[in-house]
């Protein structure tokens, strides 16, 4: 399959179709990066995997970021497959020189992206030959597409056990520490809501929470989404709080000074919003007003909230 620069992917027939899954060749390019991600969530639409959109599209993201910064020049290739069971990533750079974990903290702009793909995926690894990076993700069996594989696609070798196991001798992998804290400011624009949840999924998966991470991200979602609709300008903070007991405090601040009817909308039973997060477990109340005025929703989140949302 010939490469294409991304900028033609829409038109070109470099995104093919291969057995329950796709695969495509680019030249390395930065802006290939959102392409990708683009092209991993349209297909997981169709396929009806959409629980797995977030987690998917951080993995691609992550892979294709750290493959483009190795490729020299060469071709990289994406190929993305499901079985009734799990969702398979590949992502080849044509570089002999394997990828491996490095350290990197959560607040870490950059250097943190197979640290992020071994706390998101069930497995990760190496081909023999170092020039193909892979995971998978374990469908839930709520999501599971019917018979559509006879088995797992198969495993290739070098294990992500081998691999983190063998890092772990460096001192790369340690228990998380508790309490931890993560504060963040976003701007009032409607793709915050999408952002900010991306941001908590990251982080949730990179510092091992034992809840429910889908929900609470899906919570950041609601709360974001009510102060871009209700304040409309000005900026959105979001802190993350996981305590020593592993309770996730989460708290959306925005410039409005008032709730208006904020009893009534968490007790509201809707598909959204406060309700929604009250129904599946958050316990829901309001904080310290920010800095400089305005209004704090926080959620608390008990490892065990919303496990069959």
């Known amino acids: 399959m010939a490469a294409t620069t991304c900028s033609s992917l829409a038109t070109s027939s470099s995104d093919q179709a291969v057995e329950n899954g796709f695969e495509v060749a680019f030249l390395p390019a930065e802006h290939c990066i959102g392409q990708m991600r683009r092209i991993t969530r349209d297909k997981l639409r169709h396929w009806d995997l959409t629980v797995l959109t ?173 102060a871009v609709t209700h304040a409309g300008t000005g900026e959105v903070r979001l802190a993350l709080v996981i305590s020593e007991n592993e309770e996730l405090l989460i708290e959306v601040s925005d410039p409005s000074p008032e709730f208006r009817d904020f009893d009534k909308a968490v007790a509201l039973e809707k598909a959204t919003g406060l309700g929604l997060v009250r129904a599946l477990g958050g316990e829901v109340s309001l904080g310290p007003p920010p800095p400089g005025g305005g209004k704090t929703v926080r959620v608390r989140l008990r490892p065990t909230a919303a496990t069959s949302a």
């Open 54 to 226: 977030d987690d998917a599209t951080l993995a691609v993201s992550e892979l294709v970021t750290n493959a483009i910064k190795h490729a020299d020049g060469k071709p990289v290739g994406l190929r993305v497959r499901h079985s009734s069971f799990e969702l398979h990533i590949e992502v080849t750079d044509g570089t002999p020189t394997p990828a491996r974990l490095r350290s990197a903290s959560v607040a870490d702009e950059s250097g943190r992206g197979l640290l992020l793909v071994a706390a998101l995926a069930k497995e990760w690894g190496v081909s023999p030959d170092g020039t193909m990076t892979w995971c998978s993700l374990e469908i839930p069996d709520r999501s599971r597409p019917q018979a559509l594989l006879p088995e797992r696609p198969a495993r290739l070798e070098t294990s992500s056990k081998n691999l983190v196991s063998r890092d772990r001798e460096h001192g790369l992998a340690t228990a998380p520490s508790r309490p931890q804290k993560w504060a963040s400011v976003w701007p009032m624009t409607a793709g915050t809501p999408r952002l900010t949840r991306l941001r908590a999924r990251s982080i949730l998966a990179m510092s091992a929470w034992a809840g429910d991470r889908a929900f609470a991200s899906r919570v950041v979602t609601e709360l974001v989404s009510d």
